[in-house]
């Protein structure tokens, strides 16, 4: 099992990279040695098939560049393109960094590809002793390199000692309208590593040497973001309380844009509906049904109507049927109506 790197930020803060040992990066080792070796036997066999036509000596320096490419070049080129992580590294859990604890660029991944020749020579015993006799488990290609490998998939026991304990909600409460005011954009990316660092690993310091740090690094926050330490507060609880802002402002940053994501597929969904649709959240529920007697409607209620996407033609109203009139029959005259008031021939 690899131990823990002794590496120094700038604030004193000693990072706990865990670095592999022999037994799991030999056998990282093997893996990509079987896959460089596949590599190399496929392309030389068919650039030799496709350039049959070519001298024996050229064939062989064709064969000699397909090794030294498959040797040193692809190596380098995997290692640099995957930051370290090559195909036994990832299947183990391991990667390379710089003995900084950051990432390789290519001249590291080079230097690693160049020096692993000798390396990996003679049985790869130069690599065996270098790895036995280094306190960080690093061979030449590392030593000359400025490199080291360290495990990335820790045992849970292993990951929970690192964890930043988290600040008693008792004390949150208390300093929460002097953290909400706070302007954090003025700390940098270091100093947030550096108490992470310091939290997580405070129940393996001494406790003077933890009070210590937890001191200087709670007067770097504080001038940086203008809220001086509180009186009886502990610089420890301090720098918890801030990290827990911060993280606090990340998540809702983080759901406020999830949120709006979210909002907006809705929207694009409710617009592209097709004409007439009634949408899932616009319907209204139905009403309970009423018990009546078959074949009548309650009263005070109309038939429901089937809802349609366009305007309904209006249905017509009750029509009140009236008996027409009878014809009268005509009446004889009488008095002066009859013969009185009319011509008389001449007798």
């Known amino acids: 099992m690899g131990g823990v790197s002794e590496l120094v930020t700038g604030e004193a803060v000693v990072l706990g990279l ?3 040992r022999l037994p799991s990066r030999a056998l990282a080792r093997l893996l990509d ?54 195909l036994g590294k990832v299947a183990l859990g391991l990667r390379v960094v710089r003995a900084d604890g950051g990432p390789i660029r290519f001249r590291h991944a080079l ?19 270098s790895s036995l006799f280094s306190a960080e488990g690093r061979r030449l290609g590392d030593i000359f390199g400025g490199t080291m490998v360290i495990r990335e ?27 909400v005011a706070l302007d954090l954009s003025a700390v940098p990316d270091g100093l947030w590593l550096s108490a992470r ?11 003077p040497v933890a009070a210590a ?20 507060l502990p610089s420890l609880v301090y720098l918890g309380a801030v990290l827990m802002e911060r993280q606090r402002r990340e998540w809702e940053r983080a759901s406020a844009a999830a949120y709006a994501t979210y909002a907006a597929q809705l929207a694009q969904q409710q617009v592209q509906a097709p004409y007439g649709a009634v949408p899932a959240q616009a319907a209204a529920p139905a009403p309970a049904p009423v018990q009546t007697p078959q074949g009548q409607t309650p009263q005070g209620q109309t038939p429901p109507v089937r809802q349609l996407g366009y305007p309904q033609a209006p249905q017509p109203g009750p029509v009140a049927l009236t ?17 009185g008031g009319g011509f008389a021939p001449p007798a």
């Open 323 to 339: 008996k027409p009139a009878e014809p009268t029959e005509p009446t004889e005259p009488t008095g002066a109506a009859a013969g």
């Open 197 to 207: 660092q310091v939290l997580g690993r405070m129940h393996e310091l001494d406790k």
């Open 213 to 232: 740090l937890g001191d200087r690094m709670a007067a770097d926050m504080a001038q940086r973001t203008g809220w001086p330490v509180p009186a009886g």
């Open 153 to 179: 998939r820790l045992p849970q026991g292993a990951r929970d000692q690192g964890a930043v304990p988290p600040v008693p909600p008792q004390v949150m409460h208390a300093l929460g309208a002097d953290l």
């Open 33 to 86: 040695w079987a896959v460089y070796t596949v590599a190399y036997f496929i392309l030389a066999v068919g650039l030799l098939m496709g350039l049959s036509d070519l001298e024996d000596a050229a064939q062989m320096a064709l064969a000699v560049g397909v090794l030294v490419f498959c040797t040193v070049l692809l190596p380098t080129l995997v290692e640099t393109l995957s930051q370290g992580r090559s």
């Open 111 to 129: 230097v690693r590809g160049l020096v692993g020749v000798i390396d990996f020579g003679l049985f790869a015993m130069p690599a065996v002793l």
């Open 18 to 20: 865990r670095t592999a």
